[in-house]
């Protein structure tokens, strides 16, 4: 896989995320039997030929699955153990169809948890503060302003954080007075072309004599805790209950654990909000979904694109409480 002779079904090589997801499973399952000494082994179902035999092995990987699950359970949350529950099933398929000895279909009963996490936007009013509020961009120190561009540039164009970073000129299209930004997205190979507003294209020209990248240069991390800067100068610090599942149940994250102190919404932001917040404030202003998810790749029956439909709507929900209440006081005009 490393070597990249493994290939993917459709041919392609295997990404180096998705290489370093199954170290960590690998990690995971070693850490697992040392601290709990439990011997991890696989044995080829089709020479266990008494039914006893069977049951065993069956028993043996039920116990498995529990202990397992149990160890991650002790550092991490629902998504996290489903993924790598998740991953162990595509292992496991990939011994079946690919390997030898075969393993049988126990590894079928590895129930993968799943919670849908809420999603963290920025609303319309703030993604305009940023764009549009040049006594803000002054007081910045010239770094954040650089951090603030490429976040502002993300919001505005559905960027992942991979592909913004990797944009160089020869991404730019130039139709008469148009400016359209084209790229293949570097994790799911799809094309798109987004049109430029006006203050993107000037946020363009402040990097114009680059010429190997759009952007200068900066790391996820680095990325990341910038933008948490920007929103905390910026006065986004209103505290957010952040919650996840165990085993379904939900539980309490603090940013301070032994003070129980709740995270700011500036403390939850990231490289991902660009895209979600580009997503959500297309929807919210009225652009059609399909031409919403062709700017951001998503395909036809995309359920994570709908939780984007679906957070949008909570918000006509409150239009729509408002406009009732016009209605309910005769209030025609504003």
């Not at 000129?169 to 400016?179: A, R």
């Not at 799911?188 to 363009?204: E, F, G, Q």
């Not at 165990?246 to 490289?271: I, M, W």
């Amino acid at each position: 896989m490393v070597s990249g002779k493994r290939l993917q079904k459709n041919g392609r090589s295997m990404r180096k995320r998705s290489i370093d997801t199954y170290l960590a499973l690998q990690k995971n399952l070693q850490q697992y039997s040392i601290e709990k000494n439990k011997v991890l082994r696989i044995r080829d179902i089709d020479r266990l030929n008494t039914t006893r035999a069977r049951i065993i092995e069956r028993n043996y990987w039920e116990r498995f699955y529990f202990g397992f699950t149990e160890f991650l359970y002790e550092k991490a949350d629902d998504n996290y153990v489903g993924s790598q529950i998740k991953l162990l099933r595509a292992f496991f398929n990939y011994l079946n169809e690919r390997m030898e000895p075969a393993v049988g279909d126990f590894y079928k009963q590895f129930y993968a948890t799943k919670e849908e996490v809420p999603v963290v936007v920025l609303y319309p009013e703030r993604l305009n503060f940023l764009i549009y509020d040049k006594e803000f961009e002054k007081k910045l120190p010239k770094h954040l302003k650089k951090h603030k561009d490429m976040f502002v540039f993300g919001c505005s164009t559905a960027l992942r954080f991979s592909d913004l970073v990797n944009l160089k000129p020869s991404n730019l299209e130039h139709l008469n007075n148009n400016v359209y930004v084209s790229y293949r997205s570097i994790k799911t190979s799809t094309y798109t072309r987004v049109y430029l507003p006006d203050y993107a294209k000037d946020i363009l020209k402040k990097y114009k004599r680059r010429k190997k990248s759009l952007f200068p240069p900066i790391s996820n991390v680095n990325f990341n805790v910038a933008i948490k800067k920007i929103a905390l100068l910026a006065g986004w610090t209103e505290a957010v209950e952040k919650t996840r599942n165990k085993r379904g149940q939900p539980f309490a994250h603090f940013k301070d654990e032994k003070n129980t102190v709740n995270y700011r919404f500036c403390d939850l932001l990231a490289s991902h909000t660009m895209r979600r917040t580009a997503i959500t404030t297309m929807l919210l202003c009225g652009m059609n979904e399909m031409n919403v998810r062709i700017i951001s790749g998503h395909k036809a029956n995309s359920t994570s694109f709908y939780r984007y439909v679906n957070y949008s709507d909570s918000f006509m929900d409150d239009e729509m409480e408002a406009f009732h209440e016009r209605m309910k006081k005769r209030v025609f005009s504003e």
